[in-house]
């Protein structure tokens, strides 16, 4: 038996190369050794303001850009997490044992609630992190592999697996979080402080469907450090740094080599060959997106299956549940 690996991305905005390089690329590889799903958690997106033509369209999206990205739907199950209700019915239990304080202390919460009164910050957005442990928990999920902002919400997730193993029995299965360490934290081309965000600013990232010019543009305009040499030092030289990684990650060669591919060369050579790779990379991927995009109903045929494939592992992890918790049975 495979192990299980599960992990999601939600419908809001435009996917950058940030969630390409610290989850989807990692995803890929993982589906030759893992019995792996994937989830389009739309649930989650609504927690923050939204439109709901444009989280239909995103929806489709997302899962577009798993099957673009090499997500082989005969290996690994896609589907929308809104389709299995489960996910909520079991985020309901565990917001029963779920602390206030514990999930005050989420930072991503703290993130996007920051300057706004958190008086009005939607309960959703507050509980969101209970959502995401039901979506692992219901899968008996062995790892979850995700980017460098996750982690605290695995954390979580073991805290509440372990707190209903406790009260009600060995329910849970508990799930180890798995980053890699190269791209788990791609950061802004405009901030190399933090990380690359689909909410800032737009020469902030690079897009997965942003076109060639786009992207040449964006990178030469990204920040850099003082000095002129092209050398990893993530402290001393934070923004050389990160387009390192990402020239690294997408390119396949080691930073030493590019090290001394760019020795003596300046930063505008450096940016206009890691352009290259970007562009490079990106276009049969793009490509092979705009083909499924034309047609969406042999993407709602996968995500459908999907849908009914998983639903048959949650709904037995549910009957146990409820079990555990001693609602009547009829
Ligand atoms: P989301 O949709 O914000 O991000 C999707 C994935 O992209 C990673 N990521 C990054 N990795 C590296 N550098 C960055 N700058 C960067 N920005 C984003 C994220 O770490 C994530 O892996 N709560 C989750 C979705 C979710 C989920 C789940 C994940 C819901 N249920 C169950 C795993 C398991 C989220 O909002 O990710």
């Keep these: 038996m495979k192990k299980r690996i599960f992990s999601g ?13 610290g989850a989807i690329k990692n995803w890929v590889e993982l589906q030759k050794d893992y019995d792996c799903i994937f989830c389009v958690v739309d649930y989650h997106a609504i927690t923050v303001p939204q439109d709901p033509k444009t989280l239909t369209k995103e929806t489709l999206g997302i899962a577009n850009i798993y099957l673009a ?8 199950i896609i589907f929308v997490q809104s389709h299995v209700p489960e996910h909520t019915e079991l985020a309901w239990v565990l917001n029963t044992i779920s602390k206030m304080g514990e999930l005050y202390r989420m930072t991503q919460f703290k993130d996007k609630t920051q ?13 969101y992190p ?21 982690r605290q919400h695995v954390e979580l997730t ?37 990380k690359m965000s689909k909410s800032a600013s737009s020469a902030n990232y690079i897009a997965l469907l942003d076109k ?11 920040v850099t450090d003082s000095g002129t ?20 990650l997408f390119s396949g060669e080691e930073i030493k080599d590019i090290e001394v591919k760019f020795q003596g060369k300046g930063y505008g050579e450096f940016k206009e060959g890691l352009a290259e ?30 849908a009914g494939q998983v639903r048959k592992i949650a709904s037995k992890k549910m009957e146990e549940v409820r079990e555990k918790i001693g609602v009547l049975d009829i």
């Excluded at 300057?115 to 509980?127: I, M, N, P, R, T």
């Excluded at 209903?164 to 791209?183: Q, S």
């Excluded at 060639?212 to 990204?222: G, L, Q, V």
């Excluded at 990379?281 to 092979?288: D, G, M, V």
Aim: glycine share 8%; hydrophobic share 35%.
């Design 9 to 21: 991305i939600q419908p809001s905005g435009l996917l950058h190369i940030g969630n390409y390089l």
């Design 69 to 76: 990205a090499g997500i082989d739907p005969k290996k690994s």
């Design 115 to 127: 300057g706004k009164e958190q008086e009005s910050a939607g309960a959703g957005l507050f509980d």
């Design 130 to 150: 209970v959502l995401m442990a039901a979506d692992i928990l219901l899968y008996d999920t062995e790892f979850v592999p995700v980017g460098e902002d996750q």
């Design 158 to 194: 073991r805290t509440l697996a372990r707190r209903f193993n406790n009260r009600f029995g060995e329910t849970f299965k508990m799930p180890k979080v798995l980053i890699k360490e190269a791209g788990a934290k791609i950061k802004g081309l405009d901030d190399p402080e933090k």
């Design 212 to 222: 060639p010019d786009i992207i040449s543009n964006k990178i030469k305009k990204a």
């Design 229 to 248: 040499e092209i050398k990893f030092d993530p402290e001393g030289k934070p923004a050389i740094s990160n387009l390192l990684t990402i020239y690294h």
């Design 277 to 306: 790779v970007v562009i490079d990379y990106l276009k049969p991927f793009q490509k092979k997106f705009f083909e499924l995009e034309k047609n969406p109903d042999f993407t709602k045929k996968i995500l459908k299956q999907g």
